[in-house]
């Protein structure tokens, strides 16, 4: 399957745990970007990567969320002491490049679903 | 944020129907994009739509752009059981055309 690769699928922390989730992009991209789909609502961007740079983070909150797309090996997605709320499916997406026109096509994984207990 | 009005949320309707699923907002976009979610799956594009008034068709599917770049319509023709899915539209806005902002969808069921 040549398509985004996220792992795990399915992640259940208990609160104060840490979350760590894994993408690998389409091969041939790289550009990384993460969304979050919380329950009942709508799919919402939180951070754009190309290798070893963050481009944009103006999606992520504030504390204990961090993303990172080392030179070697996948995107990583990190949760620091997680809380209930942080419940949700955490979509990976790649592209080959953006275009300054904004019609660049974004190539979602399966998303992983973390559980909060 | 610029906020993606989805209607309707569900909709039933049976094999040969048609229908039209709408996706509307106060705020202009650069440019807006129509995926289709199944259950436990990563959203999948169905077609971008760039210039006001464009009109783009995907076999059975006609995608509409509004004048304005508002707004925007999926019309789906003789509707089959494997269009079953979340519609999802998302509009990107200036040059950050990555940070999408997406609708929360219409789920719409196709019954034999």
């Known amino acids: 399957n040549a398509g985004v690769m996220q792992n795990p699928r399915h992640l259940v922390r208990r609160r104060g745990q840490e979350a760590r989730l894994r993408c690998s992009p389409m091969k041939g991209h790289s550009h990384v970007y993460w969304y979050r789909q919380l329950p009942e609502e709508g799919l919402k961007f939180m951070v754009y990567l190309q290798k070893e740079n963050i481009i944009d983070e103006s999606g992520m909150p504030k504390e204990r969320f961090s993303a990172e797309f080392p030179k070697e090996g996948p995107s990583i997605l990190r949760i620091q002491q997680v809380v209930r709320g942080d419940s949700a499916a955490y979509f990976c997406?790649?592209?080959?490049?953006?275009?300054?026109?904004?019609?660049?096509?974004?190539?979602f994984g399966e998303g992983s679903r973390l559980t909060v207990l | 944020t610029q906020l993606l009005e989805q209607s309707p949320q569900f909709l039933s309707i049976q094999e040969g129907e048609n229908l039209t699923v709408y996706c509307n907002s106060s705020?202009?976009?650069?440019?807006l994009q129509w995926y289709r979610q199944e259950p436990g799956e990563g959203p999948v594009l169905l077609v971008t739509?760039?210039?006001?008034?464009e009109v783009k068709k995907l076999k059975r599917l006609t995608f509409q752009f509004g004048d304005a770049r508002k707004d925007s319509s999926l019309h789906i023709t003789a509707a089959q059981p494997g269009d079953t899915g979340l519609y999802l539209c998302a509009g990107a806005a200036g040059n950050s055309g990555y940070a999408l902002n997406f609708g929360k969808g219409t789920s719409l069921l196709v019954t034999p």
């Open positions: 705020s202009v976009f650069s440019s």
């Open positions: 997406a790649s592209s080959p490049y953006f275009e300054h026109s904004n019609t660049g096509e974004l190539f």
């Open positions: 739509v760039v210039t006001g008034g």
